[in-house]
């Protein structure tokens, strides 16, 4: 496929902010697409080159970029970083900038989508001494051969800000309209309440959960809708855990799941995903990344008291006191998902027990369509417990509210959150909220909200990144909500520290004007707050009165599980119910 074909795509898309048109628009480009490129062009409408669950990183700067962009165009650096600052956009400047280079052209020639893809991808590979001239070398091979158009989409590939609004809703319900749903897409707000509809979305969506691969959806719907629908699980293969619905009262969270339920400690750590295949072991966050490598214990725990020949096992890595064995809260433990050396001698300092609580595959067989009840009586059977190491999670059969109430309190006076509760005869749904289960706390509601922009401090704060812009998620985009600078710390003993957001957020960078620059949705925060208010100010509607950071929580939560404007529309109403 020539790259200008998907090119022409991105700037279709580009172009309008209506998410039927773009899901037509994608629909009818996936079904001109040969299957031998769907992996490839499927990575390249998300911007991007590797699989979210992937360890490889393209990892180039805006810098580098501008380099690449100098060498393709004739232009210098400065020219480019100043032109830059004016757009806050290095695609539009390259666009510009090779629509009207100054250094002549012998050797240009069309681009394919492979060769753009290979290029790209061979970024995350070099290493070692001349690695920055490789890099610049392998991109502007690309801007030289690209038209203006092409070269403001290689340049935002690269620094991962595509810009053309499709998210996973959009992409999947694309494939549903190219190859399962026979219809024309205008009628689809007709049919989106249609279980024949219904059914088919679902079932995809379930696919892309258990595989996290929209190209191996894509090629099973292709041939229809029972290829889907046999899709499953594969021990080794990353995959979405199931997601809890919230409840704010025992009564309401008995009704949501039934009685009797099975009522499990709500434990303040992170979920660990623990797959054993051909005698290895691998272990993913809900963000599926793999972090085998930085719980060493955790692999041994694992290796010396879960019997079976493969499997995947769901459970939550929970940091404890080893003086007092009392639990501690996920950020105590969590800078040992990003340390990569000394991790021996930070196991010792910062412990932690392994709560196991699900088991969906065992032995060659997926078991995620099997009851709860089934399911925790077959990971009784296979979990040899050993306190402060490996444990099942702790857990009482009740329909009574009061043995609830006295099993939550239990459950705080030992350090936890609240209590989980769980339906007995449900399935395991990866990456879904459908009540199967629901968490209980009595804490006061807090939002979980990704910052998309900053200012740069001034006086002390010189240096610093401040003031931080909030969103909440509706639907595929990200909608302002506020600003909070309030629960960050100066000294970084004292907690979250501005100098470690700072430089967590740096990366993420993606222009800047002024004092204030604007950062690519990635670092999630917990906001406590006092009340919201409505507010023509920020594009979701609302505003938070009085928020305050709690903590991060970019190592616990993805992108998807920032708080939607429909939680924050029904936080309004209930405040005006009081």
């Known amino acids: 496929m020539k790259y200008s074909d998907l090119v022409a795509v991105y700037a279709e898309l580009e172009q309008t902010t209506k998410r039927l048109e773009k899901t037509a628009i994608l629909a009818s480009f996936l079904k001109k697409t040969q299957e031998s490129d769907l992996d490839m062009v499927i990575l390249l409408l998300q911007g991007k080159v590797f699989p979210s669950y992937d360890e490889a990183k393209l990892g180039v700067a805006a810098k580098l970029v501008i380099r690449a962009i100098s060498t393709a165009s004739g232009l210098t650096p400065a020219k480019l970083e100043q032109d830059w ?10 666009e510009r900038m090779i629509h009207g280079k100054v250094q002549a052209t012998l050797f240009s020639q069309e681009l394919m989508v492979k060769k753009v893809f290979d290029n790209l991808k061979k970024l995350s590979s070099l290493s070692g001494a001349g690695t920055v001239d490789q890099k610049v070398k392998l991109l502007s091979e690309l801007l030289t051969s690209a038209k203006p158009e092409e070269a ?10 595509l810009r053309v609004g499709i998210a996973e809703g959009t992409l999947r319900d694309s494939i549903v309209w190219a190859y399962l749903y026979q219809g024309n897409i205008e009628e689809k707000n007709q049919v989106e309440n249609r279980e024949d ?12 959960n258990a595989t996290n691969d929209f190209a191996t959806v894509a090629k099973a719907a292709k041939k229809g809708l029972p290829a ?26 008995f009704s949501r799941v039934g009685r009797p339920a099975a009522l499990e400690y ?16 691998a272990l993913y966050t809900r963000r599926l990344e793999n972090v085998t490598a930085q719980f060493p214990e955790v692999v041994n725990f694992i ?5 079976g020949s493969n499997f995947i096992i769901d459970a939550e890595a929970v940091g404890f006191d080893a003086k007092t064995n009392q639990y501690l809260p996920f950020q105590h433990i969590s800078q040992r998902i990003r340390r990569k050396y000394g991790i021996l001698e930070l196991a010792k300092k910062l412990p932690v027990e392994l709560n196991v609580f699900d088991v969906l595959f065992l032995n060659g067989k997926s078991l995620i369509k099997e009851p709860f009840s089934k399911r925790r ?40 959150e609240g209590i989980m509760f769980k339906a007995l005869d449900a399935p395991y749904k990866p990456g879904s909220r459908v009540g199967h289960m629901v968490k209980f706390k009595s804490a006061m509601e807090t939002l979980d909200l990704v910052i998309v922009g900053a200012e740069w401090g001034e006086g002390k704060r010189k240096g610093w990144l401040t003031s931080f812009t909030l969103a909440c998620k509706d639907e595929d985009e990200f909608k302002e909500i506020g600003k909070v600078g309030t629960g960050i710390k100066e000294l970084e003993e004292e907690g979250l520290s501005f100098n470690e957001l700072t430089e967590t957020l740096k990366p993420y960078i993606l222009s800047g004007k002024g004092k204030e620059v604007r950062i690519k949705p990635h670092v999630i925060l917990e906001i406590k707050f006092e009340e919201i208010q409505a507010s023509t100010s920020y594009g979701s509607g609302y505003a938070l009165r009085f928020p305050r950071v709690l903590r991060e929580r970019t190592m616990e939560k993805g992108l998807k599980d920032v708080s939607d404007l429909d939680l924050v529309k029904r936080l309004y109403a209930q405040q005006k119910k009081v």
């Open 85 to 94: 600052k004016k757009t806050g956009d290095l695609g539009l400047v390259a």
């Open 152 to 161: 403001k989409f290689i340049v935002r590939t690269v620094l991962e800000d």
């Open 197 to 208: 509809y219904k059914k088919v979305v679902e079932a995809v969506q379930e696919a892309y």
């Open 228 to 253: 889907v629908q046999d899709i499953s699980i594969s021990v080794g293969s990353p995959l979405q855990v199931m997601l809890a619905q919230k409840e704010t009262t025992i009564d309401d969270a």
């Open 266 to 281: 709500k434990y303040d750590g992170f979920r660990m995903l623990i797959h054993k295949h051909e005698g290895k072991y």
């Open 303 to 307: 290796r010396d008291n879960v019997n």
């Open 377 to 416: 009586d077959t990971l009784a059977k296979i979990v040899t417990e050993r306190p402060k190491k490996i444990i099942l999670a702790h857990q009482l059969i009740t329909g009574e509210n009061k043995d609830a109430q006295k099993f939550f309190e239990a459950a705080i006076k030992a350090g936890n």
